[in-house]
């Protein structure tokens, strides 16, 4: 088996199931960090901040601080600072949003953007709706964190970023660039913050629509584990498989 | 020229631009009252009740009643009724939904509902729309009032009725019923509720993605009026076109 140099592991389905730690993904980190490997966590999770996605891991007993963190709030940040420094930022989303646009030197505004960056915001109102509805007609450019229809939680499958960007998508007829997975940008932002190539890097998830997809687009090697959404006979129907396709992490060594 | 019997008039941009009345429209409409003509208002408008709309449209002084109004609510309410007496009916919209729904002897609940009917509701929370994408996907019959994507209003095209339902459409995968102009529906029940056949029967309105596509799907005549929304150049780009095309309401005869 293949040596990997560097690990970007998503956290819903592999690491833990909503508040319930997985223990064979715990451990798997512990030897990761034990042997000095770099690992990033890549969440689609727009709505929490770095630190308070570590504090989550850490009480679960993983290695993990604020630098181990990468959400699509930072990486949707990070993308716009590629383009504009400082930009008039009007953001729908929730504290993670905001926080990485202020940590990127960005400026959030209520009127006359050059960015409207959507993500998941619980406290939606049409107000908020409606000002990025006409700032995206207006022209200024459309970001999403993420497409994630559905979000998982223990009340049943709730409304995602994806389905509420739709408000503006479909207001509008104008479509966002999406940062997280599946899209290949948050991954290759990835592995440049911990510098792992894409040959020596694995991404690691449950989930095949995005974890798995991100790492084929992105070009770099995927492993599935069968510890969240993903069931393994979905892969039938499915034309680009996983590189390696295990049941828990348990299975999995590290050389 | 055909003599029609019934008349179905769409209201903004027909009869008023926003706040403003068109005084051409209203002669019309007094002349129809003279004349003992049928007239039907059918908006696409869930918001308001039908006295609301009339209220509006007396002080404008236009000869109308609650009778003469025909909402999408209304309509919406009506085809639940046909399907379901008492029916259960989680609602996402304003009050003009909420009184309709009552009017047709509907329960309003708030969850395990036999139908989820979402308008525009420009106090939307998570919330509201969490509970629509749960039903929905739990099995209730979904139903639209109206298509409608931009709500034109003066502070620009804010999100209409459309785009909010596009949440759950995108989130569940499942798309509505839609009940409001241009599906033929509305248009059918306006005419059993004036009596009128559709072959002397007229739709007049100004947006020809609306009204006069509400015409033609329903077999029924449509006069378009260059008062509102659509350009008479747009007609270049139609398929099917209106019955008649005017640039206001004092140029059509009543016989």
């Keep these: ?13 592999t690491m833990y199931r909503g508040t319930e730690p ?38 679960m007993g993983v290695p ?28 729908v989303g929730e504290e993670g949003l905001r926080q990485s646009l202020l940590d990127y030197g960005h400026q959030i505004v209520e009127a006359d953007p050059d960015y409207v960056v959507m993500g998941l915001d619980r406290e939606i109102t049409y107000d908020k709706l409606a000002r990025a509805t006409l700032a995206v007609r207006n022209g200024a450019t459309f970001i999403a964190t993420n497409g994630d ?8 499958l709730m409304p995602g970023a994806g389905s509420l960007i739709s408000v503006v998508t479909t207001s509008t007829g104008i479509k966002p660039t999406f940062i997280g997975k599946p899209e290949s940008i948050m991954i290759e932002q990835a592995l440049e913050r911990i510098g792992v190539r894409k040959e020596e890097a694995l ?36 034309d680009e498989k996983p590189t390696y396709v295990i049941q828990s992490l348990a299975e999995w060594e590290i050389n």
Tied chains: 1, 2.
């Design 1 to 13: 088996m293949k040596t990997y140099k560097g690990f970007l592991i998503d956290l819903d389905g």
């Design 22 to 59: 997985i223990p064979e993904a715990i451990d798997f980190v512990k030897k990761l960090e034990e042997k000095g490997y770099p690992y990033l966590f890549v969440t689609n999770n727009s709505t929490k901040t770095p630190d308070q996605v570590a504090d989550v891991l850490v009480k």
């Design 64 to 91: 993990a601080t604020t630098e181990h963190i990468y959400t699509t709030s930072m990486a949707s940040a990070s993308v716009i600072t590629e383009e504009k420094q400082k930009a008039r930022v009007l953001m």
């Design 149 to 156: 229809r559905a979000l998982p939680t223990e009340g049943g």
């Design 203 to 238: 991404m690691i998830g449950d989930n095949y629509d995005t974890d798995i997809l991100a790492g084929i687009r992105a070009n770099v090697d995927s492993l599935m584990v069968l510890t969240g959404v993903t069931e393994e006979k979905h892969l039938n129907d499915v």
